[in-house]
C-alpha cells in the first residue's frame, strides 16, 4: 500500500504545494498546521490536501503545530483568491495564517483584596487603599493603586504585612458575548422594512448579495445590526467590514448598545498575545461578531454566516501591496463558496455594485431619507471665480461668515481640506528651485508642526533648509498652496477664541489619539475642525451643522477615469457629515468650475443622472465595471533596463496573440508615479471585455515573459483603483 503524502503549503511567495511523508503515528489532516522542514530549516505550513502516493523520497513532517487548522472552504477560498489576483497560493495563505510569530508570555493579571488585620504602622496612603479596597471585592493590583492614588509599592507592602491577599487572576475573556435580543431598537417603518428583506437573506442562510444603500444619516448601521442579530440568533458568527479608520470607539459603542458588548476588533492594532486569542476565539467560535478592517476577511471562521461591508465605496479596502485585492469584491466571493449572505452598505455606492444591481446579479434595499425626519444638508456652491480669494487666504467671505454664525449658536463646522502637511509645493522665489523627493517623483510637502519637508509617498523627509539649497539665498522659500495646517493657522488668526483642531493621518499620537480627538468631536468639545478625508467618512458629528469644503476641484484634474466617482462620493460624504442631529446642516463649497458635472450633481442632488452618465462614458471605452482591467507595473532601480523589460514584456504579448484573444495591451508607459522609493516604475494595462479569460493571459503572459532579474520586480493589480 502506498504510503499517505501531505501536500503542504508555506506562507511565502510560493504557488506550490510541497509534498511531504507523514511520519506512523502521526494523524494529520487536510487543514491541519504542521511542521515541516524548507531547506537547511523549518518552517509552517498548512496540509492543502492528503493522497496516497510514492512517499519514498520524501522528507517527513516533522509534527503538528497547536494552532486552528483552515477549514476546506477558507482553503478554497484562498485559492480562489490566488488565482484571481495572480499572486502565489502561499502568499494567499500568509493572509489567513496567524502563527509561528514569537510572542512574549503575557504578564499575569494579579488580583488583589481585604484579607486580614490592618498593619500594625498606618500611613496616609496605607490608610488611602484600605479605604479603597473596604468591600472586599477583588479588584486589581494596578486598579487598586490607581483608585488609591499610591504607588504599587504601597500594595506590595500591605501584602507583605497580609493584609491584602494577592491572587492570580484568569486573563480577561477576549470577546463578550453579544446578545441578539439585548436591546432592540425602535425602528422607522422604512428601516423595518429594510431589517426585514436582510433579516430574510440571512434567514434563509444561503449566498447572495444585498445592497444596503441609504443616504448619509439614514441609519444604516441600525438597520444591518438586525441583520447581524438574526446571524446570531441562528448561531452563527458575523463579520462588520469597514475602511480601517471607521474602527472608532463611536461605532464600538453603538454596537455595545444595541448588543450588549463591544464586537471584538480586528486590524493591525491589534498585536502580540491579544491577537493570537483573539485569532483563536473567531476560530474556536468563542467570538461571536468581528468588526475588522479588511483583514480580518481572511480569517479562519468556525460558523460564519454574514459578512456586512460598510462604506462599500471606499478605496481603502483595496489592498495596495503583496496580494493586490479588494476586500469587498473578496468577501462576496467569500459568501459564494461558504453559501451565506453579504450586505454592502453605502450612501455612495460604487458604480461596480450599481450595475451589479441594475443586472439584476444584487438585489437593492433602499433608505432614501434621513433618520428622525431630518433632512439632507442643503448644498451652495461659492464660486471662486467670482468671488477672488484674497491672496494667501482659503477661506471665502461667505464661508467666513457661515462659520462665525454657526460657532455662534454653539454648533460645530467642519472645513474640509483633502490635502495633509502646510503647503504642497515649496520652491524658491530667487531661482525657482522646486523641493522635490530624492527618491520619488513628487513634490516635497511641508510640514511645519514637523519644520520639515516630506514626501507623502516614501515617507522621506528632511529639514526645511533655512538658505535654498539651489542658489543659497536665504528666506527665498516660499510655500505655494494650502494644506490643512495652513488652513488651520488661519482659523486661528480670523477666530483666534473657537476651540478647533486639526486631524490628518499623519498626526502624532496615533489611532488612540485620533479615537480621543474623534470622541472629543462628537461630543461638542470643539467649535471647528479642520481635517482631511479622514473626517470626511462615516462619523457621527451630531453638533455639526455646517460643512465648508475649501478646494472641490481636488481630484476632478487627475488623469484617473475613476477621478470623477472618487470625488462625487467624497464630496456627497463630507456635504452629508452636516445636519445629523437635531438641528438643520448645509454645506458651502468653494470651486472655480461650478458647472463641472460633479459639482453640478452635488448641488442638484441629481446623483442618479450622474451615475448614469459616468455609466455611460466607461460602457463606451470599455473601462471596469463593463470591461476588465488589470496593470502591470515593472520597477527597477535602472531606468534603462527597466523600460527596457517592459517593452520586452510588452512584446510577449503580441507574440502572445493578442488580438485573437480579446486582449488589448496598452503601453509601456510611465506609471503615473513614474519613481518611487528610488524605483522607476513603468506600466503595462490590459483590457478586456468582461467575459474575457483575463487571468488565463496574464498566467501565460507573465510564465513566456522574459525572466525577471537584478532590482527588476512585476506588480500585477487585477482591477486596479487607479488607471
Ligand atoms: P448612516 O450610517 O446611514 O449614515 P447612522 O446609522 O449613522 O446613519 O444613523 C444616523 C443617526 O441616526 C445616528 O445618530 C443613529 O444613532 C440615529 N438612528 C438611526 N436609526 C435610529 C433608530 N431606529 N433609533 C434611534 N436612533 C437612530
Ligand atoms: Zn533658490
Ligand atoms: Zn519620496
Redesign the pocket.
Known amino acids: 500500500m502506498a504510503d499517505p503524502v501531505a501536500d503542504v503549503l508555506i506562507p511565502l511567495a510560493i504557488d506550490t504545494a510541497y509534498s511531504y511523508a507523514i511520519p506512523t503515528g502521526l494523524a494529520v489532516a487536510e487543514g491541519d498546521v504542521v511542521r515541516v522542514p524548507l531547506g537547511t530549516r523549518e518552517t509552517v505550513g498548512v496540509v492543502w490536501a492528503l493522497r496516497q502516493g510514492g512517499a519514498a523520497n520524501l522528507k517527513s513532517v516533522v509534527g503538528r503545530v497547536d494552532a486552528p487548522a483552515l477549514p476546506a472552504p477558507l482553503r478554497r477560498f484562498l485559492d480562489w483568491v490566488a488565482w484571481y489576483t495572480i499572486s502565489p497560493r502561499g502568499s494567499a495563505l500568509a493572509m489567513s495564517l496567524k502563527v509561528a510569530e514569537e510572542i512574549p508570555d503575557e504578564a499575569p493579571r494579579v488580583g488583589v483584596r481585604l484579607a486580614g488585620p490592618p498593619p500594625a504602622r498606618m500611613t496616609p496612603a496605607r490608610t488611602r487603599v484600605l479605604a479603597a479596597a473596604a468591600g472586599g471585592a477583588l479588584t486589581t493590583k494596578r486598579e487598586l493603586a490607581e483608585a488609591a492614588g499610591v504607588s504599587a509599592g504601597v500594595i506590595d507592602g500591605l501584602v507583605d504585612e497580609g493584609t491584602l491577599e494577592a491572587v492570580t487572576l484568569a486573563p480577561e475573556p477576549v470577546a463578550g458575548l453579544p446578545d441578539p435580543d439585548f436591546a432592540r431598537?425602535?425602528?422607522?417603518p422604512q428601516?423595518t422594512e429594510a431589517a426585514a428583506g436582510l433579516v430574510r437573506a440571512v434567514a434563509a442562510g444561503v449566498a447572495g448579495v444585498t445592497l444596503l444603500e441609504?443616504v448619509?444619516?439614514?441609519?444604516?448601521?441600525?438597520t444591518y445590526f438586525e441583520a447581524v442579530a438574526q446571524a446570531l440568533a441562528q448561531g452563527r458568527q458575523a463579520l462588520i467590514l469597514m475602511p480601517e479608520i471607521a474602527l472608532t470607539s463611536a461605532f464600538l459603542d453603538?454596537f455595545a448598545a444595541r448588543f450588549g458588548t463591544r464586537p471584538a476588533a480586528w486590524h493591525s492594532g491589534v498585536t502580540g498575545r491579544r491577537r493570537e486569542r483573539l485569532y483563536g476565539a473567531i476560530a474556536s467560535g468563542e467570538a461571536r461578531v468581528v468588526a475588522g478592517a479588511r483583514s480580518a476577511l481572511f480569517l479562519p471562521y468556525a460558523q460564519l454566516g454574514l459578512i456586512v461591508v460598510d462604506e462599500e465605496h471606499e478605496t481603502a479596502y483595496k489592498q495596495e501591496d503583496g496580494v493586490h485585492y479588494h476586500a469587498r469584491d473578496m468577501a462576496v466571493v467569500r459568501g459564494r463558496i461558504e453559501g451565506f449572505p453579504v450586505v454592502l452598505a453605502s450612501?455612495t455606492p460604487s458604480l461596480e455594485t450599481r450595475v451589479n444591481v441594475e443586472r439584476g446579479r444584487y438585489a437593492r434595499i433602499a433608505l432614501p431619507e434621513r433618520?428622525?425626519g431630518r433632512t439632507l444638508p442643503q448644498i451652495a456652491a461659492i464660486d471662486l471665480r467670482r468671488h477672488p480669494l484674497p491672496q494667501g487666504r482659503w477661506i471665502a467671505q461667505r464661508l467666513e461668515t457661515a462659520i462665525l454664525e454657526t460657532t455662534g449658536r454653539g454648533e460645530q463646522a467642519l472645513l474640509f481640506l483633502n490635502r495633509r502637511g502646510y503647503a504642497p509645493l515649496t520652491l524658491c522665489r530667487a531661482c525657482a528651485h522646486r523641493y522635490e523627493c530624492v527618491n520619488c517623483s513628487a513634490w516635497l510637502v511641508e510640514h511645519r508642526f514637523r519644520r520639515a519637508l516630506v514626501c507623502h509617498h516614501c515617507g522621506h523627509t528632511e529639514r526645511k533648509p533655512e538658505a535654498c539649497v539651489a542658489c543659497g539665498s536665504l528666506d527665498s522659500l516660499a510655500a505655494c498652496g494650502p494644506g490643512v495646517e495652513r488652513i488651520a493657522e488661519e482659523v486661528a488668526a480670523v477666530f483666534p477664541d473657537k476651540r478647533t483642531i486639526v486631524l490628518s493621518s499623519d498626526f502624532p499620537g496615533g489611532t488612540e489619539r485620533l479615537r480621543r480627538e474623534l470622541d472629543a468631536i462628537a461630543a461638542g468639545e470643539v467649535d471647528i475642525v479642520i481635517g482631511t478625508q479622514l473626517v470626511a467618512k462615516g462619523h457621527?458629528f451630531?453638533g455639526m451643522t455646517l460643512v465648508g469644503v475649501l478646494d472641490a476641484d481636488i481630484g476632478l484634474t487627475s488623469g484617473d477615469p475613476r477621478a470623477a466617482e472618487r470625488t462625487f462620493q467624497l464630496l456627497q460624504q463630507v456635504t452629508g457629515r452636516a445636519g445629523?442631529g437635531d438641528r438643520p446642516g448645509r454645506a458651502l463649497v468653494q470651486t472655480y468650475q461650478p458647472e463641472h458635472p460633479v459639482i453640478a450633481a452635488l448641488l442638484s442632488g441629481e446623483a442618479e443622472r450622474f451615475y448614469e452618465e459616468e455609466a455611460r462614458v466607461r460602457e463606451i471605452a470599455g473601462l471596469p465595471p463593463f470591461g476588465r482591467l488589470a496593470a502591470l507595473v515593472v520597477s527597477g532601480v535602472d531606468r534603462a533596463e527597466t523600460e527596457a523589460y517592459a517593452r520586452a514584456l510588452a512584446r510577449t504579448a503580441h507574440e502572445i496573440g493578442v488580438t485573437a484573444s480579446d486582449m488589448i495591451v496598452l503601453g509601456p508607459a510611465e506609471a503615473p508615479l513614474a519613481l518611487v522609493r528610488g524605483r522607476f516604475r513603468y506600466r503595462l494595462l490590459v483590457k478586456c471585455p468582461r467575459e474575457a479569460d483575463l487571468q488565463g493571459f496574464l498566467r501565460q503572459w507573465i510564465a513566456m515573459g522574459p525572466k525577471v532579474r537584478g532590482s527588476l520586480r512585476v506588480g500585477i493589480d487585477v482591477d486596479p483603483q487607479s488607471f
Open positions: 431598537p425602535a425602528l422607522s428601516q441609504g448619509t444619516g439614514s441609519g444604516k448601521t441600525e453603538r450612501a433618520f428622525g457621527n451630531p445629523r
